[in-house]
């Protein structure tokens, strides 16, 4: 088991395992080194345990502190003398098993002509073209939905089973012979195909090419497969009535048998791929598509129906004007414009139901309590697309996806880490701006994550300065480039980006903060001594140091403050200098900085 356990992949496939799943443990005990003791371990390596559940009849303080501690929640029942253990829980588990979700059904896809309330038999129905036969099965499913108020009916399921072939010949499709047709489209090519879904290409009378996408019939009659595909083309229809003229793939129509969507189709380079390319550049265009990523979404957030995307990666993400460059405009968009596709996983106002898990070789990009199959109101906020984007990102600048287990896993900030070298030419700090960006938007507790529009909002700042440097860049981005010049590499810094701050050792203490409404910078030194005996000599040194100190700040265009002395065997330093001074003179101020503190960092 020690051995199982130093090893990476067995980490990741059992994390995958409990970020995926919901695990029922079963005739455990806290004691027992091979179970209790392997939760424990894999606690200590960094795999998180969620909604996960033991079943046992241990009730006592100990089972319940182990529980608690390792955050497995726990499920007690009561065995009488002389009752085998076996006959109470099968009870038990027969009782979970029948049970059933207290949401409603995600809304049928019924299909835009009109209801018919007869169908010819199933011996008739063989002998009417495909997509004749298509057409009347969807109209008279449409009847029964408009009759009884869903398909979770026995006079639907009468329906399903006593038209069972007709209705899986319904998914007959083929790009083999030109003549053939769906729902009068027109099939062209298939361009995609998932355990989910296929993707294909079609065509409207007017020789419009649009997309055609279909769920797989094995997935007919899976409850939660339906309702997300139900919910999915639910979503796509809220956005097609919004004002956003980009971002999303408008919607045509949709049909329930075979669940299908025809929408708009759309060339274009896929994020998963473009990235990866020697042309693409993080810092000219991965900035630019995470700008554009962030303002489809927060159109959807925003909007009165208020859509979640919940599936943002890199493969949902399509750039149909990218290799347009300058001339995307001719073309009637923008270079970094992003279309959002499939929307299987996604929320909405009043929506209901339960949601597909994602695919498992990507779980990386999924937020945890997503991942948990939770249907708490956590997984249906907008934060829950923030870690897509901060994900993706990530993505952008490593050229690899993020670890199975996210942002979850033991060794995650070593991964963050890595990125704080990869910088722009114009922006020594800019792998480091990204890596907190990432680090917020990814914070497994969706209350500590930033939202979507403060990762645009930081975006945008970080654009202005890796585009234009020292002139362009922000106040606080000056502040941390001129605190790496003087600070330690793993400094400190606020939770609102205007504080840089690290105790080099033991009571000595740098500290830069940006003061907005003054528009300046302020640096603060404290260095307190300790550990010499002849004091009198020291304090007359340190002070004549300190002195000398002020003078090359003022000679570098800082001001010194007020209250600045040395006291109590402790130098306090503090200075101020303007933006525009840094911007005009950041050699000049820079050094004074480095030369002026070099004269007080004395021990």
Sequence with gaps: MAKLLRDAGYRAAINLILSNSTVVFLGISAEDVA????????????????????????????????????????????????????SVLLELLSSLNSGSTREPESSPIVISQDAVEFLPPVKDMRHLEEDESRVKLNQFAKYLVEKTGGTNTAEYEDFLSKYSLPIHQAWHISDSSSEHKFFGYKVLRKVSGSAFSSIWEVE???????????????????????????????????????????????????????????????????LEELALQGSFNFWEDGLQVTLFICRALIAAHGSQYGVLHRDVRPSNILLPFYYY????????????????????????????????????????????????????????????DSYGVGMTIYYMISKSPPPVAGATASDWLDYLTKLRSNNSRNLPISGRLVRRIIEDATNPIASKRITVHEIEGRIHELISSVRDGLQGACIEHVAELLYGEVGSANYDVSADGRKFSWEVVTGRLIEVEVCRSASEIRMLFVNKQAGQADWKNINKNWSSKLETAKEIFVSGGWKVIPGSSYS????????????????????????????????????
């Design 35 to 86: 179970a209790g003791g392997f939760c424990q371990s894999l606690t200590e390596i960094g795999v998180h345990f969620n909604s996960h559940y033991w079943i046992t009849n241990k009730s006592d303080s100990k089972t319940s502190a182990w529980a608690e501690k390792y955050g497995i929640q726990k499920i007690t029942y009561r065995v009488s003398e002389g009752e085998e253990h076996s």
């Design 204 to 270: 409207d009378d007017s020789d419009q090419r649009l997309a055609l996408k279909v769920i797989q019939i094995e997935n007919l009659k899976k409850g939660v497969q339906l309702e997300s595909f139900r919910r999915g083309v639910q979503s796509q229809k809220l956005l097609s009535n919004t004002n956003a003229k980009t971002g999303f793939v408008k919607v045509r129509e949709a049909f329930e048998i075979p669940p299908s969507v025809v929408m708009e189709f759309v060339d274009g380079a896929n």
């Design 325 to 384: 460059g300058e001339y995307a405009a001719d073309m009637g968009g923008s270079q970094y414009e992003v279309q959002l596709l499939n929307y299987d996983m996604s929320w909405h106002k009043e929506a209901s139901g339960k949601v597909i898990p994602g695919n498992a070789l990507e779980a990386g990009y999924y937020a945890p309590e997503l991942l948990r199959h939770s249907q708490a109101e956590i997984s249906r906020t907008t934060k829950v």
């Design 568 to 603: 109590s065997r402790t130098i306090n330093l503090a200075c101020s200098v303007a933006i525009d001074e840094v911007r005009s003179n950041y050699d000049k101020v820079s050094d004074a900085l480095k030369r002026g503190l070099d004269r007080v960092r004395i021990d």
